[in-house]
């Protein structure tokens, strides 16, 4: 394989690999949508009863502007900011920079800047690596990332991949607080202005019991499935939720098998309209045929 084309297949799998973190990671805040009254303010009920409340109320928010930073261990850091949807599977548009780790290096080694053009929908995603990779893509700018080519390549990783984009709705951060069984309520504290409730837990995923949870047997399970299976072996989640009931910033800290992962996300402006275009076809290329094209990503150059 050419040095070009390999670094090309490198660098799009290093997309692949980091962009489907950063959904995962942007959609598990949680949220209600529509900004009308103050009935039954989180900070006057239970921290269980007002984030069930949160949770259901969550679906009417339908979207929300979001920015933030992730570090993933020594393979990536970033930030990012954009607009994301939760009506009918995970839709947005982010723009994402990389500030550091081993991904945002092979990046910068492809030609480009460090940054990517991401937008999602609920079957793919498109990601925009700039001018150098179109250099090695016949001057096409954009690369169009199947879920379903995802999992059958990946195989269980893959699964794993497919499944955390596609469901990767707003009420997970929620869920997770829910979920260890220890929730508590911080206080009242200032976020950009908004006095907002804190609440925090901590979750050990070997001792997630139904008896300690506040999930059901399903919920749980499906949730612990989920954890193992992306190397999550322990995670703390703080929210900060308004009076509205609305999540204004998330925090996740944790170990993976693969190392330490931080992740602080804030959220503004519910219901805004989120980017709905897909890139021209014609200014696109399919990863899949780029796998076709240059043959086993890594192999000889």
């Given at each position: 394989?050419?040095?070009?084309?390999?670094?090309?297949?490198?660098?799009?799998?290093?997309?692949?690999?980091?962009?489907?973190?950063?959904?995962?990671?942007?959609?598990?805040?949680?949220?209600?949508?529509?900004?009308?009254?103050?009935?039954?303010?989180?900070?006057?009920?239970?921290?269980?009863?007002?984030?069930?409340?949160?949770?259901?109320?969550?679906?009417?928010?339908?979207?929300?502007?979001?920015?933030?930073?992730?570090?993933?261990?020594?393979?990536?850091?970033?930030?990012?900011?954009?607009?994301?949807?939760?009506?009918?599977?995970?839709?947005?548009?982010?723009?994402?920079?990389?500030?550091?780790?081993?991904?945002?290096?092979?990046?910068?080694?492809?030609?480009g800047d460090g940054s990517v053009e991401a937008r999602y929908f609920k079957d793919e995603y498109y990601a925009n690596l700039g001018a150098g990779m179109a250099a090695d893509t016949g001057g096409k700018n954009w690369i169009r990332y199947s879920y379903k080519d995802l999992a059958e390549l990946g195989g269980a990783s893959g699964d794993v991949m497919k499944d955390q984009i596609q469901n990767s709705?707003?009420?997970?951060?929620?869920?997770?607080?829910?979920?260890?069984?220890?929730?508590?309520?911080?206080?009242?504290?200032?976020?950009?202005?908004?006095?907002?409730?804190?609440?925090?837990?901590?979750?050990?995923?070997?001792?997630?019991?139904?008896?300690?949870?506040?999930?059901?047997?399903?919920?749980?399970?499906?949730?612990?499935?989920?954890?193992?299976?992306?190397?999550?072996?322990?995670?703390?989640?703080?929210?900060?939720?308004?009076?509205?009931?609305?999540?204004?910033?998330?925090?996740?800290?944790?170990?993976?098998?693969?190392?330490?992962?931080?992740?602080?996300?804030?959220?503004?402006?519910?219901?805004?309209?989120?980017?709905?275009?897909?890139?021209?076809?014609?200014?696109?290329?399919?990863?899949?045929?780029?796998?076709?094209?240059?043959?086993?990503?890594?192999?000889?150059?």
């Amino acid at each position: 394989m050419r040095t070009s084309t390999a670094r090309r297949m490198g660098t799009a799998l290093a997309v692949a690999a980091a962009l489907t973190s950063m959904a995962a990671c942007s959609g598990s805040g949680s949220a209600d949508g529509s900004g009308k009254g103050k009935a039954d303010a989180v900070a006057k009920a239970s921290p269980v009863a007002a984030l069930k409340q949160v949770q259901q109320k969550t679906g009417g928010a339908q979207s929300a502007k979001v920015e933030g930073t992730t570090e993933m261990g020594s393979a990536v850091s970033m930030k990012q900011s954009g607009a994301i949807g939760w009506g009918d599977g995970l839709s947005g548009a982010l723009t994402i920079t990389y500030t550091g780790g081993t991904m945002g290096e092979a990046l910068k080694k492809a030609g480009g800047d460090g940054s990517v053009e991401a937008r999602y929908f609920k079957d793919e995603y498109y990601a925009n690596l700039g001018a150098g990779m179109a250099a090695d893509t016949g001057g096409k700018n954009w690369i169009r990332y199947s879920y379903k080519d995802l999992a059958e390549l990946g195989g269980a990783s893959g699964d794993v991949m497919k499944d955390q984009i596609q469901n990767s709705t707003p009420d997970q951060g929620v869920k997770a607080l829910l979920a260890s069984g220890d929730v508590r309520k911080v206080g009242q504290e200032d976020v950009r202005g908004v006095s907002a409730t804190h609440y925090s837990g901590t979750i050990d995923v070997a001792e997630l019991t139904a008896k300690n949870s506040d999930l059901d047997a399903q919920q749980l399970a499906a949730f612990k499935e989920q954890l193992a299976l992306a190397g999550v072996t322990t995670q703390t989640v703080d929210i900060w939720v308004d009076e509205n009931d609305l999540l204004v910033k998330k925090t996740e800290r944790g170990e993976m098998k693969t190392g330490t992962f931080n992740s602080t996300l804030f959220y503004s402006d519910y219901g805004t309209q989120v980017p709905s275009d897909r890139p021209e076809a014609s200014d696109t290329v399919d990863f899949k045929e780029l796998l076709k094209q240059g043959g086993t990503p890594g192999g000889a150059s």
